[in-house]
């Protein structure tokens, strides 16, 4: 179901908590706090203060719950492909710094299509 809520953190169903969420829920499976930035309708990373109500004060830490009295929870907050993109860079930043082994490439889906489309590999700017 599209409009179903779930956890910014893992993506778990929040159909069993009641609503609105009150400030101390929980995900009942990563125990992430859910009165949180990243699960509100207004969070948006691509602006300065993450946060697009204007009249909102600033949280500083979207992770953990906070007294906004804007928040408002969204559906789409878990996003899996930015999930995974995240967990490969700091697999990659472990091998670097000597904590562990390189991940292997993943095939990015748009990359792949590019080069079916164009024939070969795309080249990469150096």
């Known amino acids: 179901m599209a409009d179903e809520l779930v956890c910014w953190k893992c993506g778990a169903s929040l159909k069993s908590l009641p609503l609105p969420l ?53 559906p789409s907050a878990f996003d899996a492909r930015a999930q995974a993109k995240a967990q490969a860079g700091k697999a990659k930043l472990d091998a670097l710094f000597g904590r562990g082994e390189a991940p292997a490439e993943e095939t990015d889906p748009a990359r792949a299509n590019l080069e079916d489309l164009f024939g070969g590999t795309a080249k990469k700017k150096e």
């Open 22 to 74: 009150s400030r101390t829920a929980e995900c009942p499976a990563c125990k992430a706090e859910l009165h949180a930035c990243k699960l509100c309708r207004f969070y948006d990373a691509r602006t300065q203060r993450q946060c697009t109500e204007i009249r909102a004060e600033e949280i500083i830490n979207k992770e953990h719950a906070n007294f906004c009295d804007w928040f408002k929870a969204r």
